[in-house]
């Protein structure tokens, strides 16, 4: 439950707040209209956040990245003020709604940075669409879904319930009754003007993706020869170190970092080490 809270809590309380050069805007891609900020001078940055949040996850990054790198950030479909028009999702629409961005903006082989289901999305649009990215980062995020109980007990510790398939309303209103102020937090995010249980449609949408398995394969992953750091914390709710190991001793242009006392919630749990890191990683690929 803390993983969830930490990480709509950390979204919720920056919501709003603003970089000075940081323009709100709207992008068409695939279909969708995405909600974007855009920051910064330099080379081409584009950030994905985790499914059930917002760009204001990276607000953070992005105060201390703009004045390196030319930001995107996106509300992913559904999400935010991100539309969702046929209220349907997989990762891979998500990688397709991120290499359609990078069309519809054209950028030049951007640096991409996903963190949990963005972290997915980015694997696998580097898996996907070979020589379009600069360099990438997979955060909070593994090359396997819904093929361990561990990802199913952090499901029933965010959520209350862990059952593949479906989420009921019956099990929203017991989310609701039970954890009042993750609930809250996620109206906030998500709200609409003519619907403002838009998230309780949000995460019905998003249920089945996180709960229907998905393995990245070997063979998949050595085709990657874009350099890539995979980051995890030591504690995650839902990966496992050993399938971060795993997944970058695949890639010969990867790195890996294992942060130290941390949980999903590394947005929450360890912000300034969390930062260091993307950074040192992303200046490196433009020295």
């Not at 970089?19 to 068409?28: E, G």
């Not at 105060?63 to 390196?68: D, F, K, T, V």
């Not at 030319?70 to 046929?86: C, E, K, L």
């Not at 360099?135 to 361990?148: D, L």
Request: glycine content about 6%; aromatic content about 6%; hydrophobic content about 45%.
């Amino acid at each position: 439950m803390r993983c969830i809270l930490s990480l709509l809590s950390t979204c919720h309380r920056i919501a709003g707040t603003s970089h000075p050069d940081a323009p709100s805007s709207f992008i068409m891609a695939n279909g969708v209209t995405f909600h974007m900020l855009e920051a910064g001078t330099g080379p081409p940055l584009l950030l994905l956040h985790g499914g059930g949040l917002t760009l204001d996850l990276w607000r953070s990054l992005i105060a201390q990245a703009a004045g390196r790198f030319h930001i995107y950030a996106i509300d992913t479909r559904g999400h935010g003020q991100t539309n969702n028009p046929d209220q349907r999702f997989s990762y891979q629409l998500l990688a397709a709604d991120a290499a359609a961005i990078i069309t519809a903006l054209n950028l030049d082989r951007p640096m991409v940075a996903g963190y949990s289901d963005g972290g997915t999305t980015a694997l696998l649009l580097a898996v996907s669409h070979p020589g379009l990215l600069h360099a990438v980062i997979v955060a909070g995020a593994t090359n396997q879904v819904a093929t361990h109980p561990h990802h199913f007990a952090g499901l029933h510790d965010a959520f209350g319930t862990g059952r593949a398939g479906t989420i009921t309303d019956a099990d929203l209103d017991t989310f609701t009754l039970s954890r009042p102020e993750a609930a809250r937090h996620l109206a906030h995010l998500h709200h609409r003007d003519n619907n403002p249980t838009h998230w309780r449609s949000l995460l019905k949408q998003l249920w089945p993706m996180w709960t229907t398995p998905l393995t990245i394969t070997r063979d998949q992953l050595r085709t990657i020869k874009t350099p890539m750091l995979v980051l995890l914390a030591d504690h995650d709710d839902f990966a496992d170190v050993k399938d971060a190991v795993f997944l970058s001793e695949q890639i010969p242009t990867s790195q890996l970092a294992i942060l130290p006392g941390a949980t999903h919630s590394v947005f929450h749990d360890r912000p300034e080490l969390l930062n260091t890191l993307v950074l040192d990683f992303l200046d490196a690929q433009t020295t």
